[in-house]
Structure formats: structure tokens, C-alpha cells
């Protein structure tokens, strides 16, 4: 016993294994499972427990970071008078053309777009994911919007103080803004929205805060350092000094109402060949009215120039060459606050275009580069 008290003492404790391994087969003695072992195992197995909880972890921040970008989208895109769960079921119907009354993978994901969020293509199916009906595998709109009503509701104790902060839209800059574009006519807006875009050289759809400044102060808007400070930060969603200037346009130009927005979308798929989605910038030109022009009556201008003009309008399809029913939505959506009256707005969108004849052009009219 002493022999072995002494050679333990020689042995660091790393070395108990190969102790009782020593003594065991010395002796010939039966072997056991050492304590050693079982506490390796177990380490290591609660090491791997940490590792996969860790990821967990992670993957819960991810989504409620995924989830509050989505909420701010879609608090920015909600006026007083309404909540979320209103401005979440419009984006649905809008992107719901078969009228499925639900939403799939695809469908969530072009509402994420149309609401604002640009996310990857992972992240959207992790979203969908957790907001999916088990059973369906699919999202109601009503109980996702009313979802987000309820957390944008001051009693609600999970919406925290940070975003409490932020539930105060700058409205009276924005409302500032619009008067002043209501003033210069129906193409008021449309003409901000279209310095934005030559702005935005690269189409990413913001621009910096220096940019975003520079483009309200070269369209004549009299706002000082405090409002433009206010207007970048609340449309500054990722917090990386931009401004996602579609947001910013979509807050001056509002939403259609029911029968607008239905009359528009009407009088595009009308144009369009059965099966299609978009017009090619060479169809778009051909169904425009230019006889029911007034400048074109008149003698004031030729058939070419009104089409010029047109595509001045219009300039950012140019570099898509093609136009599709978002973007005559957004079109009329910009327009339409300076057309009071639903009837007459109604004329204006119909007596502009036309589906012309089977192989009939408008003299050869070719899409602008």
C-alpha cells in the first residue's frame, strides 16, 4: 500500500487514468468504468448542450431584430387615423392577386418588399416560419396585423421604451412638405420622387443623410437643421445614416383608396397580354393616349415630344425597360392627393391609354434609352 501512496505522489492528477489502469492490470483486476470517464462524458455533453442553446439564443435575437424592423415599416407606413393591423391587411391585398385571402412563402415575402423590408431570402423564410399557422403553413393577414396592432399598443408591456420613444412621427414636417408639393400641381410629388431617384445613381432606393438633405433643399422645401434632422432619423431603419426614400414618398403620397387603387390596377391589366405582369417599355408607350393629350391637340406639341415628355414622368423605367402594375400604382398614387374628386381621377386614368389594334404601333414608337 505504501509503494502505491508513493507512486501516486510521483503522478500529477491528469494522470489518474493511467493510475488505476496501472493497478488493475497488475493484479489482473476486473476493470471498471472510472468516475474520469463519466465526467469527461458529461462535459463534454453539457459543453455541446451550451453550444446548441447559444444558437438558439442567437437565432430568438434574430428574429425579434427581424420582427421590429418589420413593425417600424410598418408603424412609418400607418397614419394616426388607422393602426398596423389596417396597413399590414392593404399591403396583403395588394400583393394577394388571386385574391387567396392568405399568405404563402411567396406572398409574405413580396409583402415584406411592399411594406419596406429587404431581407435575404433565409431570413424571409425564417420569418414566415414563425409567424405560419402550424396546421395551414400558411399566415392569416388579420391575425398577423392584428399582432402588430397589439404590440404597437402603449399597454402592451413587451413593446419597450426605446420604441415607445419613437411612435411620434415627424407628421407636421411631412405635412409641411406635402403642402407645399399640393401647391405646385398633380406632379408636385411626382417631381421629389424623381429627384430622389437621379439622385440615387446606383438604384438602392436611400440615399445618405447629406444626399437626402441636399435633394428637399433643391426642390425648394423650407425646413430647418431640426426638421431635417428629425425626418433622417425617423426613416434612418437601419441606422447607418440613410434614408429609404420610398418610405419617405409613400408617407407624402398616402394610399389609393379602394376604388382608385381598383380602377388602376383595371386599366393596367387591360393593357397587358393575358398571362402577363408587365408591360416591355415599347407596349407602354404604344397604349399611351397621345391623341387625348392636350398639349398634342392643341398643336403645342408633336406625337414625339408628348411621348418625351411621358417618359421624363416616368424616368425611372427607363433602365428596367418594363413597366409593371407597382409601378403604375405608384404612378397614380403620386398624382392622385392633387385630384380631389374620384370621378374626375377616374377620367384621367381612362382617357390616357388605350390596348392599340394587333399589329398596329403608334408609328413605330421605340422606348427611349
Known sequence: MDYYKELNATLPVEENEYFVDLVTKTWNLPTKPTKVKKVAKKTAKSGEDEVLQEKERAARERLRKLEDIMYEKLRQRTNHKEDESITLQRAARYVDIAGLRVLN??????????????????????????????????????????????????????????????????????????????????????????????????????LTRAEFTWALKHNGQSLNQKELDELCKYFDKDMK????????????????NERRRELVHEVFNSLTSEGADSLSLDEFLNCYNVEDNPKFISGKKTRKEVLEELMEEWDHVRWKKAVSVEDFE????????????????????????????????????????
Not at 144 to 160: Q, T, W
Not at 242 to 253: A, C, E, K, N
Request: proline letters at 5%; charged letters at 25%.
Open 241 to 256: 445614416n440613410s434614408v429609404y426614400y420610398s418610405d419617405v414618398m409613400q408617407h407624402l403620397r398616402g394610399s389609393l
Open 330 to 369: 405608384e404612378y397614380y398614387g403620386d398624382i392622385s392627393p392633387a385630384i380631389a374628386k374620384d370621378d374626375y381621377f377616374d377620367s384621367v386614368v381612362r382617357s390616357s391609354w388605350r390596348k392599340p389594334a394587333l399589329n398596329k404601333t403608334m408609328g413605330g414608337t421605340k422606348a427611349y434609352p
Open 105 to 206: 412563402l411567396d406572398l409574405f415575402g413580396k409583402l415584406l418588399i411592399n411594406i419596406g423590408c429587404f431581407f435575404s431570402p433565409v431570413e424571409v423564410k425564417d420569418l414566415f416560419m414563425h409567424f405560419a399557422d402550424e396546421n395551414t403553413g400558411t399566415i392569416d393577414p388579420v391575425q398577423l396585423g392584428d399582432h402588430f396592432a397589439i404590440k404597437s399598443s402603449a399597454n402592451d408591456p413587451s413593446l419597450r421604451p426605446a420604441v415607445k420613444m419613437e411612435l411620434n412621427s415627424p407628421d407636421e414636417i411631412l405635412t409641411k412638405i406635402r403642402n407645399a408639393l399640393m401647391e405646385r400641381g398633380k406632379k408636385g410629388v411626382r417631381e421629389l420622387g424623381k429627384l430622389f431617384r437621379q439622385v440615387d445613381k446606383a438604384h438602392t432606393k436611400k
